[in-house]
């Protein structure tokens, strides 16, 4: 795509600002991979990994000895790569091994370098801007703090929701609200990113546009749970979220 009128193009500085930070990002990562971040939810994460290696994907959401499933079936099959990497998740059951835990934290930290793309990439016109924002992503604490020492999956479905911020600002809005939909199926967190989005439907395609975003979202959704359905996994996960919502943190949850 050719540069906006009016836009300047790259320039030294912008490339080393840009360079600089995804050398510090990535160095910053990879120190804290092997790291105990949050490990009571490592070792509950392992322990989902583990009934996946040993019985299957389709079995998660009926009930594991880790605790209740509350990541959607994105996350999932995310766990179901983990688990065809490493084959020592067939007699792991918890994060006590630093390679363990540092494979468990690679895919949100990949999913923060995807962040900081986005951003590059939907401001590639303004390269100064470009090369900062970028550079803020992936140094500000609250994205390797989250992703790389606490072992959360916070990028991953943020991820999704950036990228369907840029395929609607490009005019994609069907793919927009596919990547909405895996955004949900990945945490329910998600689900916030629902009323703006709704509201940019409504706005640029009225009625229509608002179903259709709800027909593609729902095929979307749809298909991501077929492996599960035969073991009620849809229902399961709203049972383990229930569980979550109103016994383990009902407080905070309120």
Do not use: C
Not at 110 to 135: I, K, Q
């Amino acid at each position: 795509m050719p540069a906006a009128a009016g836009s300047v193009g790259w320039t030294r500085a912008d490339r080393l600002i840009l360079a600089g930070a995804v050398l510090a990002g990535v160095a910053i990562r990879v120190a804290l991979l092997p790291s105990d971040g949050l490990r009571g939810d490592l070792d509950q994460f392992a322990g989902w990994i583990h009934h996946i290696a040993t019985r299957g994907l389709g079995s998660l959401y009926a009930g594991t000895d880790a605790g209740p499933v509350t990541f959607g079936p994105v996350m999932a099959y995310v766990w179901s790569l983990l688990a065809a990497v490493q084959p020592a998740f067939g007699t792991v059951v918890d994060a006590s091994d630093p390679a363990i835990r540092a494979l468990m934290k690679v895919p949100a930290s990949l999913a923060d370098l995807g962040l900081a793309g986005l951003v590059v990439f939907a401001l590639r016109d303004r390269p100064r801007w470009a090369a900062l924002s970028g550079a803020a992503l992936l140094l500000v604490p609250a994205t390797w703090y989250v992703s790389a020492w606490w072992g959360q999956y916070e990028s991953i479905f943020a991820l999704s929701g950036l990228a369907a911020v840029v395929a609607a600002m490009r005019g994609r809005q069907g793919l927009a609200a596919a990547l909405v939909a895996v955004a949900l199926m990945t945490k329910p967190q998600a689900v916030a990113f629902l009323v703006p989005f709704a509201a940019w439907f409504w706005a640029t395609g009225g009625w229509r546009g608002i179903a259709r975003a709800v027909v593609i979202g729902s095929v979307v959704v749809a298909v991501l749970w077929l492996p599960f359905i035969p073991s009620g996994g849809p229902a399961g996960y709203l049972r383990n979220l229930g569980v979550y919502q109103n016994e383990i943190f009902n407080v905070l949850s309120l």
